[in-house]
């Protein structure tokens, strides 16, 4: 198994990218072939070779893609099926990020799935997409240049707007400080905060502020061993009123009680790794 992430470089795709990232997974890799995506606010561009493909499970609702998609911001966790080798080259981009892109025939929908032609989006004849894997799996810092050089003719194209911009300025306050603090800091009123989110994330400020707590607790949990974890004290740490707010919290974002979580360790994080920055 592979894994690796990286920002980019250029100034004008790092407005709009918050990574790449690479993952590789081999046929004699051990693990659990049905790993959980948890809820995520950014949305990611896979690229993908088109001989793979992909499902992705919320409930009774499966969707299938083929080659290069869209995994766009989702409020529930997906079951993915991860039993066959693959080589997945991840954009991720900022929460957000896509509201001032132009998609051509995919619309940024909140909880979808979307195939993608990466060249009739990025506007150019065609993408190379073997070379682009193979650079990927040979140095991560040659891929993150040749990223950086397909993307910023595609994003110098656009421009942020006052919603984006007001965005932008939310969400590092977010991790934070308390959603009803933000009209303060940002001397704006709260319903044009609350709306500019909205417009540009389609998520509420909860939503998002939720999904970056839960991101956080992950990455706490993933340092600990099984017997190590108490709950009571990961509540009072990341500001839930008692054990059971937080029981409920993880049984509607990832489908899983404390308890079941800390036996099963099923999500991408605890299979893949936490993909720390290089």
């Known amino acids: 198994m592979k894994n690796w992430k990286v920002v980019p470089q250029n100034s004008l795709v790092a407005q709009y990218v918050e990574c790449y990232w690479f993952l590789e997974k081999e046929a004699a890799d051990d693990g659990n072939n049905n790993p959980k995506l948890n809820p995520d606010p950014s949305s990611h561009l896979m690229v993908v070779k088109s001989s793979q493909s992909f499902s992705y499970r919320q409930g009774a609702n499966t969707q299938i893609s083929r ?46 799935i979307a195939n993608v032609d990466l060249g009739k989006l990025l506007n150019i004849a065609a993408v190379d997409i073997d070379h682009l894997i ?13 990223l950086d050089e397909l993307l910023s003719p595609w994003l110098e194209n656009h ?8 965005t932008r300025k939310v969400l590092p306050l977010l991790e934070t400080m ?30 998002c502020q939720s999904m970056v707590r839960l991101e ?3 990455e706490y949990l993933y340092g600990l061993n099984q017997n190590e974890i108490n709950w009571s004290d990961v509540a009072q740490q990341f500001a839930f009123s008692d054990q059971p707010h937080l029981i409920r919290y993880l049984k509607s974002a990832i489908g899983d009680t404390p308890a079941q979580y800390a036996h099963n360790r099923d999500l991408t994080i605890d299979i893949y790794g936490d993909f720390k920055l290089d």
Request: glycine letters at 4%; charged letters at 20%.
């Open 216 to 218: 956080q607790i992950l």
């Open 159 to 166: 421009k942020l707007d006052q919603h984006a911009v007001l």
């Open 67 to 112: 080659g290069c998609h869209w995994i766009f911001a989702h409020r529930q966790a997906y079951l993915m099926d991860h039993s066959n080798p693959f080589q997945v080259l991840g954009i991720k981009f900022k929460v957000g990020g896509l509201y001032s892109l132009t998609l051509n025939d995919n619309a940024a929908t909140l909880d979808s």
């Open 134 to 146: 193979l650079q990927a799996l040979t140095d991560k810092l040659l891929i993150r240049d040749a």
């Open 178 to 207: 308390p959603i009803q603090a933000l009209s303060t800091q940002l001397h704006r009123s709260q319903r044009t905060i609350e709306r500019s989110f909205l417009k540009t994330t389609q998520l509420t400020l909860k939503q």
